[in-house]
């Protein structure tokens, strides 16, 4: 089964400043999709960024960016330009392409803090 | 675009009612939809795929008979919390599977607090 792990529970960052929230990820499957989810205070979940595993250029999104690394299964999120509204719950998730039944897996969450 | 609405936001209710909530994607057709439950400070837990025109599918521990999901169109899914329980107040989240099939998106959530 493929597992989700985000090894830092919380993370803080100045305002303006760059954080990099990690992720990595177990799995035997070769194409597959990756997410960065947030969740903020309102508890509604919203797609911050998504990678296709068989896309080598690493997805950005305005201030978000990821660093996908697919050998070393790695995922990490970084935020740029830190604003006070970036702060949230973030989660990342792998969904596998084949038999896995669109079912997302999560990993447990870094509860990031944004400082003025 | 992608846009989940759940109802009701928050709901109190009695030992021993049923709490229907509803989940609806309001600009695409879903047919596949999904429903969690959040605890504080911890992860989404999936409870159960909803599948438009058949039987939903439980993940390993979800009641199918405590929790029952109705997917009776394209854009929407309700989710039945019978006979509630003081154990059962929690935070439940559909999502609704995007038109390219490999995208969940969110609705706002339900909470549930039963007395």
């Known amino acids: 089964a493929q597992t989700v792990t985000q090894s830092q529970p919380e993370m803080s960052v100045q305002e303006a400043e760059t954080v990099t929230l990690s992720c990595t990820y177990d799995t035997s499957e070769s194409d597959y999709y990756l997410f960065w989810y947030k969740q903020p205070p309102s508890r509604q979940m919203i797609l911050v960024i998504r990678?296709?595993?068989?896309?080598?250029q690493n997805a950005t999104e305005n201030r978000f960016s990821v660093n996908f690394q697919k050998a070393a299964k790695s995922f990490s999120l970084k935020i740029s330009d830190s604003q006070l509204g970036d702060a949230a719950m973030y989660f990342c998730?792998?969904?596998?392409?084949?038999?896995?039944?669109?079912?997302?897996?999560f990993g447990k969450g870094t509860l990031l803090t944004v400082n003025p | 675009g992608a846009v989940v609405s759940q109802h009701p936001s928050w709901v109190i209710c009695k030992s021993g009612t049923s709490v229907k909530i509803e989940c609806r994607s309001l600009d695409f057709q879903a047919t596949t939809m999904f429903w969690y439950r959040q605890f504080p400070k911890q992860s989404l837990m999936l409870m159960a795929t909803s599948n438009e025109g058949s039987k939903a599918t439980y993940e390993q521990g979800v009641e199918k008979d405590k929790f029952l999901i109705n997917h009776a169109s394209l854009t929407l899914s309700t989710l039945t919390v019978t006979s509630a329980h003081p154990e059962d107040s929690s935070f439940y989240i559909c999502?609704?599977?995007?038109?390219?099939?490999?995208?969940?998106?969110f609705g706002p959530g339900t909470r549930l607090t039963v007395l």
């Open positions: 990678q296709e595993a068989y896309k080598q």
């Open positions: 998730a792998y969904l596998g392409s084949g038999g896995s039944n669109y079912k997302l897996t």
């Open positions: 999502s609704a599977l995007g038109t390219s099939a490999d995208t969940q998106y």
